[in-house]
């Protein structure tokens, strides 16, 4: 059984979701379908391609993941259909697929040019309805990818948030997601290291030095400095401010039982620094 | 397999739909359940309406939809099954289905009173699990309609969104629904006609003049004006107050990459006029 | 076919359900997944006891059911599966569990200390993905719970809410959850009586006189006074507050067609009076 999932901003209110669910199962009736979110911010590309990046590499082998925000939808930017050696991804042309792909080689992209595939009439503003859902029901049924259209070689992709280390060896960085909870999702990744209280910059420029992340580091954002970053929330009193690894693999600043975006009226953006101790 | 598509105004948050399932598969396991929508506005019906008549048409042969904006729940409105040749719709009878059904012939309209298909007991208050989730479970199943309940040969119809047509030819008609974009639906519905610039009107009352609708039309809306009908969001600059013929068929004025609902504090029920140079 | 349903606060925006359905049907691919709810709001560990206990019961037998509203993720709490006669509870032990295996008996307690049932690696701030998913699909594709981990004897089990009966037979209570509706439900519990106008209270404490619930009770709440309990809204008038036996066998307050706990100001934890008349 193929698993179809259904990344959008197109919130939960309109139906414009089941329209698309509707046209897949009239496909490939079998499909499992399963949301990853539909409450993107409207026309928020970034935010999108964030979601996609860490919910789809929890899907099986195989799995035909569409995503759709698409504030371009009826001018000239391409609808894409990529497959990867484990999963296919849909989506337009404007980089909310990019972050999913960024470390996938051997990709096979393709221009969903060929009507054939689409919804008949087709709109001008729907295409999550009327090409997308269609691609990724026609892929699940069996067609090969490339007769949904015609195989090209790039995809626009949108810049992948760096941390940058300066000369004093400060690492500077931003909230890149702020998630349901209000925390803040940096664009600093890390990885447990050797050690219990270091972590591993994962994400920094090609040929900079490794960075070891260790529990010593100071955080400063929005005028608050953050001593340290611990194991889980409940290492700190409930309401205090912290920083620790996020599920996403991403540093995140958090305030346990509590909302950081909220106390620290941050938004996506906001400059983030990791200091060392001197 | 049978789908069944769930469009009510209960929410996400309650476990309302989440009971309404639970009664469904507890009846026919083998049912593939799809959410249209459970955001419809509390008590809106002309929401609910619309959002199942938009939706209810991308699903195929044999699907069964459910549609629960209920504020009549315990009172001695009726609950109702109709089957058209295509699909059956399920739900209170207070004009929530009829949109869905107003192009539709043959039907088969089902009082469902027959307590041997409902929970028992049956509560006052939450018909969509006690009485319209097991009706579509049964269906599902294979019981038949006329099983379920006494046949009748009515439903309550909401009067459908129609433009006027004035003596200058001016035509009027008002905002019905808004999206989560902030997009602005009208009650004219167009379709695209002979020339590309064209547009034909196709929901004017029986007997009036054919309009066609093109693109040197100027819509009025809320002190604003709207120079012609573009083809797609992108035909005019970010921010910019557009209109277009929308997924569903109806004319919808929207911002490009914005909110017109914002931009043009609309509500529904906003008078909408389209002139045409004189 | 097993049904696992999950409830969660984690929202619909940020990806994190969509990860965990990933985790499940990667386990075991032909599982049914059922949403109750992924709105209770943030740490909300007894409005998740209560969404969960009010849905439960209508699933089928053997019926998994995941709930993750989880604090203290990363501390020293127990992750925990709880199989009844009925069904198999899965979420850590924190109270969330326990209002749906309030009257259950013959538990079977096991603690999920068992890594090879995890994800790896595993992060200290998303259990739902880490364990409670794969726990449900392990168990889904036919693992004995004893598998997965150290049978205990114990969980923690938040208060009921119970009304009081004081000397003067006046039922004291308050209001334990508000809906999407902002209808009120109150601790007190519910059931038809022998007459028509006359419930039965099922939730006072042990060894307290039977109360019975008449249409003549008075309900006292912030300062207004409702007269009589009414079988369905539509006993009032549209605007007018009501108190009525509510579809989770609580009693509820509500103003027909409209929102009683913003007419009230109201919030969870409300006193709510019922008087017998004189």
């Known amino acids: 059984v193929t698993i179809i999932t259904l990344t959008t901003d197109f919130g939960a209110a309109d139906g414009y979701v089941g329209a698309m669910k509707?046209?897949?199962?009239?496909?490939?009736p079998g499909a499992t379908l399963?949301?990853?979110s539909h409450d993107v911010a409207a026309h928020d590309v970034r935010g999108g391609a964030f979601v996609l990046k860490t919910a789809s590499p929890y899907f099986a082998a195989g799995t035909i993941h569409i995503a759709v925000i698409d504030p371009g939808v009826g001018s000239e930017r391409r609808a894409l259909a990529v497959q990867t050696p484990r999963a296919t991804f849909i989506g337009p042309d404007n980089g909310v697929l990019s972050w999913a792909l960024a470390r996938e080689d051997g990709l096979t992209i393709v221009h969903l040019d060929r009507p054939a595939y689409?919804?008949?009439?087709?709109?001008?503003?729907f295409h999550g309805r009327d090409v997308f859902a269609?691609?990724?029901?026609?892929?699940?049924?069996?067609?090969?990818?490339?007769?949904?259209?015609?195989?090209?070689?790039?995809?626009i992709r949108l810049p992948l948030p760096r941390p940058r280390c300066d000369e004093s060896g400060t690492l500077?960085?931003?909230?890149?997601?702020?998630?349901?909870?209000?925390?803040?999702?940096?664009?600093?990744?890390?990885?447990?290291?050797?050690?219990?209280?270091?972590c591993r910059v994962t994400?920094?420029?090609?040929?900079?030095?490794v960075v070891n992340f260790s529990s010593l580091a100071r955080i400063d954002i929005l005028g608050r400095r953050i001593e340290g970053v611990v194991h889980s929330y409940s290492d700190v009193n409930p309401g205090e401010l912290l920083a620790l690894a996020g599920s996403s693999g991403h540093l995140e600043v958090a305030v346990r039982n509590g909302n950081a975006?909220?106390?620290?009226e941050a938004q996506a953006g906001a400059p983030v620094r990791v200091i060392w101790p001197a």
Chains 1, 2, 3 share one sequence.
């Open 34 to 36: 399963v949301d990853i």
């Open 118 to 125: 689409w919804l008949d009439p087709i709109s001008s503003t």
């Open 22 to 28: 509707g046209v897949i199962l009239g496909i490939t």
């Open 172 to 198: 500077h960085s931003e909230v890149i997601y702020i998630d349901r909870f209000g925390n803040l999702v940096t664009g600093i990744e890390i990885e447990p290291g050797d050690g219990p209280a270091v």
């Open 134 to 155: 269609p691609a990724a029901a026609h892929l699940a049924r069996g067609v090969g990818i490339a007769e949904l259209g015609t195989v090209v070689d790039d995809l």
């Open 261 to 264: 975006a909220s106390a620290l």
């Open 203 to 209: 994400n920094l420029p090609d040929g900079a030095p």
